[in-house]
């Protein structure tokens, strides 16, 4: 004989009250998840070719970090503190691919970093299948935000903007001295990051009617910059524009002292520049080259002064350039946290469209605003042009900014050795 | 043709052919003996490269000057290396002991990274411009004197190997473990100097290249690859063919910059390498076909 089952009306009314109570107050509902810990990516080299910079980085960013958690987390998601899963990349590809997958069965949807473009551009593609958003920290090559992808975005300068910034300082300082420049050479490595930086140092030397003298690409990772050198003293020319890496840039300039290669000025786009080491180990081998870098120290830019203590006190040095992108980069991510309210890339990417934070506001320390065009690129982002004097890095560009004249033509070997 | 460009190249390829040469001088030793490619090589040049570089900034002692200390340093532990992680498995497959070099190389390399920093380092020695200069050819006098300590090196370990007790010791091993072991010498003990004498080289090569070259933990990469070329190119266990293979390698590189960009450098170099091997697979000092 089969039983039916009744609900009576007293167990009726008390589910009712347990799923009405649940609903309210205990399960979650899609967009207003209350977190306690918030996951990031970060995957940066931290060994391989070129792991100082990813070393400098990395210390920006948990200076950001630390900095946003002690202030209560990101608010709007019920004060969800921030936790970056670190990796490396070793400068590899198929490492960083392969982070990338470890991060993403983990949960995280949103990625920090990587610094290297050539990396970047890989992860991008594996970013925008898998619907993760790519924030990009410290990576300048152009052609990441030229992809048409959407999950992607950048709060620095690319290297159109650095070229044309750099460009713009000798333009000045040709107006100003009246010496003007006829002959260009260009010395990159030859990944996308020097590529572009060659591409459009070719379009504004053109511009300008600068003849291009030498034209030198390299793979990452010389033994040897003898014969890069020579070519480059037997091309002779007026200026130099140099897109490598910090190693590759420490070896390149003693190479040149050793042969005393003289050339008027030498530009050089990032990174290099950036390291504390090209600066403080090359000594007077290092005198007048010039870079495009964001300032860490300069004294115009507004609370800059109050981050760079922190750093001090938190790593025992003052802080370097490197390590102002990465804190810059995790700040601007806060922005867009607040404003998404959620860690769903695609809220988090709208939120950075519509974000507008103009200079001394919400830990943005640059000369520039944070927004974001519909590629992902802050196209207001422009560097410093910054020039080693005396073993300091002193910005010369834009004039609103510097502290010190531009030194053109730099002297020659036999005053600066 | 440029005769200054050419000129330099044919300089320029002999010099850093002589560095080639005298990073591979103790990779390929370690290979006659032991029978190991030691992946760890590289890293044990940085370590002798660390070990100059503070002798030099806390002592003031000149790096070349500094092998007297790095070089006993390096062969303890290159011996310590051998006895403790290598030896144990001796009798596995070659590839485990590739997998343990590999891991020895990791460790170096991390520890020097945790405890020191990534961060690069340069030294300045008062002749670190010096250069010697022959009608368009400019030679830093740096990297002469490593040339020079390179070729006397390699005739050192060769004297060793050819006029002492240990040496010949260590060319029996090489030639017949077995007869060797039966002739009464203790292999275990020869192969723990053979690691050790290995490391020494590749410590003395960082000394020696330290005036010239940034120190990092990972900078043993940039010379490992083309260190393995030169090896094989040169017969594995020859020394006086890994300094030559150095030489050719270092000239084909040169010279083909002149003509290819500087990412092709390598294809002359390569395509000599592996001419040579079609007619010669045992390397330049083996039997020919």
């Given at each position: 004989?089969?039983?039916?089952?009744?609900?009576?009306?007293?167990?009726f009314?008390?589910?009712?009250?347990?799923?009405?109570?649940a609903?309210?107050?205990?399960?979650?509902?899609?967009?207003?998840?209350?977190?306690?810990?918030?996951?990031?990516?970060?995957?940066?080299p931290?060994?391989?070719?070129?792991?100082?910079p990813?070393?400098?980085?990395?210390?920006g960013?948990?200076?950001?970090?630390?900095?946003?958690?002690?202030?209560g987390?990101?608010k709007?998601?019920?004060?969800a503190?921030?936790k970056?899963?670190?990796?490396?990349?070793?400068?590899?590809?198929?490492v960083?691919?392969?982070?990338?997958?470890?991060?993403?069965?983990?949960?995280?949807?949103?990625?920090?970093?990587?610094?290297?473009?050539?990396?970047?551009?890989?992860?991008?593609?594996f970013?925008?299948?898998?619907?993760?958003l790519l924030?990009?920290?410290?990576?300048?090559?152009?052609?990441?935000?030229?992809?048409?992808?959407?999950?992607?975005?950048?709060?620095?300068?690319?290297?159109?903007i650095?070229?044309?910034?750099?460009?713009?300082?000798?333009d000045?300082?040709?107006?100003?001295?009246?010496?003007?420049?006829?002959?260009?050479?260009?010395?990159?490595?030859?990944?996308?990051?020097?590529?572009?930086?060659?591409?459009?140092?070719?379009?504004?030397?053109?511009?300008?009617g600068?003849?291009?003298?030498?034209?030198?690409?390299?793979?990452?990772?010389?033994?040897?910059?003898?014969?890069l050198?020579?070519?480059?003293?037997?091309?002779?020319?007026?200026?130099?524009m140099?897109?490598?890496?910090?190693?590759?840039?420490?070896?390149?300039?003693?190479?040149?002292?050793?042969?005393?290669?003289?050339?008027?000025?030498?530009?050089?786009?990032?990174?290099?520049?950036?390291?504390?080491?090209?600066?403080?180990?090359l000594?007077?081998?290092?005198?007048?080259?010039?870079?495009?870098?964001?300032?860490?120290?300069?004294?115009?830019?507004?609370?800059?002064?109050?981050?760079?203590?922190?750093?001090?006190?938190?790593?025992?040095?003052?802080?370097?350039?490197?390590?102002?992108?990465?804190?810059?980069?995790?700040?601007?991510?806060?922005?867009?946290?607040?404003?998404?309210?959620?860690?769903?890339?695609?809220?988090?990417?709208?939120?950075?469209?519509?974000?507008?934070?103009p200079?001394?506001q919400?830990?943005?320390?640059?000369?520039?605003?944070?927004?974001?065009?519909?590629t992902?690129?802050?196209?207001?982002?422009?560097?410093?042009?910054?020039?080693?004097?005396?073993g300091?890095?002193t910005?010369?560009?834009?004039?609103?900014?510097?502290?010190?004249?531009?030194?053109?033509?730099?002297?020659?070997?036999?005053?600066?050795? | 043709?440029?005769?200054?460009?050419?000129?330099?190249?044919i300089?320029?390829?002999?010099l850093?052919?002589?560095?080639?040469?005298?990073?591979?001088?103790?990779?390929?030793?370690?290979?006659?003996?032991?029978?190991?490619?030691?992946?760890?090589?590289?890293?044990l040049?940085?370590?002798?490269?660390?070990?100059?570089?503070?002798?030099?900034t806390?002592?003031?002692?000149?790096?070349?000057?500094?092998?007297?200390?790095?070089?006993?340093?390096?062969?303890?532990?290159?011996?310590?290396?051998q006895?403790?992680?290598?030896?144990?498995?001796?009798?596995?497959?070659?590839?485990?002991?590739?997998?343990?070099?590999?891991?020895l190389?990791?460790?170096l390399?991390?520890?020097?990274?945790f405890a020191?920093?990534?961060?690069?380092?340069?030294?300045?020695?008062?002749y670190?411009?010096?250069?010697?200069?022959?009608?368009?050819?400019?030679?830093?006098?740096?990297?002469?004197?490593?040339?020079?300590?390179?070729?006397?090196?390699?005739?050192?370990?060769?004297?060793?190997?050819?006029?002492?007790?240990?040496?010949?010791?260590?060319r029996?091993?090489?030639?017949?473990k077995?007869?060797?072991?039966?002739?009464?010498?203790?292999?275990k003990?020869?192969?723990?100097?053979?690691?050790?004498?290995?490391?020494?080289?590749a410590?003395?090569?960082?000394?020696?290249?330290?005036?010239?070259?940034?120190?990092?933990?990972?900078?043993?990469?940039?010379?490992?690859?083309t260190?393995?070329?030169v090896?094989?190119?040169?017969?594995?266990?020859?020394?006086?063919?890994?300094?030559l293979?150095?030489?050719?390698?270092?000239?084909?590189?040169?010279?083909?910059?002149?003509?290819?960009?500087?990412?092709?450098?390598?294809?002359?170099?390569?395509?000599?390498?592996?001419?040579?091997?079609?007619?010669?697979?045992?390397?330049?000092?083996?039997?020919?076909?």
């Amino acid at each position: 004989m089969e039983t039916k089952k009744t609900i009576g009306r007293r167990s009726f009314l008390e589910m009712l009250g347990v799923g009405l109570g649940a609903s309210v107050f205990g399960i979650p509902r899609s967009g207003t998840a209350q977190k306690k810990e918030m996951l990031l990516g970060s995957i940066l080299p931290m060994t391989g070719g070129d792991p100082e910079p990813g070393y400098h980085v990395f210390n920006g960013r948990t200076l950001a970090v630390e900095k946003i958690n002690a202030e209560g987390g990101i608010k709007s998601m019920g004060g969800a503190k921030i936790k970056f899963i670190n990796t490396d990349h070793q400068g590899k590809p198929e490492v960083a691919l392969a982070e990338a997958e470890r991060l993403a069965t983990q949960g995280v949807k949103i990625i920090t970093c990587p610094f290297m473009s050539g990396i970047a551009l890989v992860l991008g593609q594996f970013c925008e299948k898998n619907r993760i958003l790519l924030v990009l920290t410290n990576c300048v090559g152009y052609e990441l935000t030229q992809q048409g992808w959407k999950y992607i975005t950048r709060h620095h300068f690319n290297n159109k903007i650095n070229l044309q910034d750099l460009f713009s300082s000798l333009d000045d300082v040709q107006k100003k001295t009246g010496d003007s420049i006829k002959t260009i050479g260009f010395l990159y490595e030859n990944s996308i990051w020097g590529n572009t930086a060659a591409k459009f140092s070719k379009e504004e030397s053109n511009k300008r009617g600068w003849k291009i003298v030498a034209d030198l690409s390299y793979p990452m990772g010389l033994t040897d910059a003898t014969m890069l050198v020579t070519k480059l003293k037997v091309a002779n020319p007026d200026v130099l524009m140099s897109c490598s890496y910090v190693a590759d840039n420490i070896l390149t300039m003693k190479t040149m002292a050793e042969k005393r290669y003289y050339v008027k000025s030498i530009i050089s786009v990032g990174s290099g520049m950036m390291s504390p080491s090209f600066v403080t180990q090359l000594g007077k081998a290092a005198e007048y080259w010039v870079g495009s870098a964001p300032r860490a120290t300069h004294p115009k830019l507004p609370g800059i002064s109050q981050v760079n203590e922190a750093y001090q006190k938190r790593f025992g040095h003052g802080m370097p350039d490197l390590a102002m992108l990465g804190y810059h980069g995790v700040m601007c991510l806060r922005v867009a946290l607040e404003m998404a309210g959620t860690d769903d890339p695609d809220k988090v990417r709208q939120a950075y469209s519509k974000m507008y934070v103009p200079p001394g506001q919400q830990e943005n320390h640059n000369h520039y605003p944070w927004k974001f065009d519909e590629t992902g690129q802050n196209p207001e982002a422009h560097c410093m042009v910054s020039q080693i004097v005396d073993g300091k890095l002193t910005t010369v560009w834009p004039l609103d900014y510097a502290e010190k004249d531009f030194v053109y033509p730099i002297p020659p070997w036999e005053k600066r050795l | 043709m440029n005769s200054e460009l050419l000129l330099q190249g044919i300089a320029s390829g002999l010099l850093i052919g002589g560095v080639y040469a005298l990073v591979a001088i103790g990779l390929t030793l370690v290979y006659g003996v032991l029978n190991i490619i030691n992946f760890a090589h590289g890293a044990l040049l940085v370590v002798g490269m660390y070990a100059s570089y503070f002798l030099f900034t806390y002592f003031g002692i000149d790096p070349y000057l500094s092998v007297f200390v790095v070089i006993p340093l390096l062969f303890i532990i290159g011996a310590l290396s051998q006895k403790i992680v290598i030896n144990p498995l001796m009798n596995a497959p070659a590839h485990i002991c590739v997998f343990v070099t590999i891991g020895l190389g990791y460790f170096l390399e991390n520890f020097l990274a945790f405890a020191w920093s990534p961060e690069y380092r340069n030294i300045e020695v008062s002749y670190a411009r010096s250069i010697l200069s022959l009608g368009e050819v400019t030679i830093p006098v740096t990297r002469l004197v490593t040339f020079a300590l390179a070729v006397f090196l390699t005739l050192a370990l060769y004297l060793f190997l050819k006029k002492t007790d240990i040496g010949k010791a260590i060319r029996a091993c090489a030639q017949e473990k077995d007869a060797a072991v039966l002739m009464g010498i203790d292999t275990k003990k020869i192969f723990a100097i053979t690691f050790g004498i290995g490391a020494a080289c590749a410590g003395a090569a960082g000394a020696f290249i330290l005036p010239f070259f940034y120190l990092g933990p990972y900078v043993g990469h940039t010379f490992l690859l083309t260190a393995f070329i030169v090896v094989v190119f040169g017969s594995m266990g020859n020394f006086w063919g890994a300094f030559l293979a150095g030489l050719i390698i270092g000239l084909g590189e040169s010279i083909g910059e002149i003509f290819l960009p500087s990412a092709m450098k390598e294809v002359v170099s390569l395509s000599i390498f592996i001419i040579v091997l079609f007619f010669r697979p045992a390397g330049l000092m083996g039997q020919p076909r």
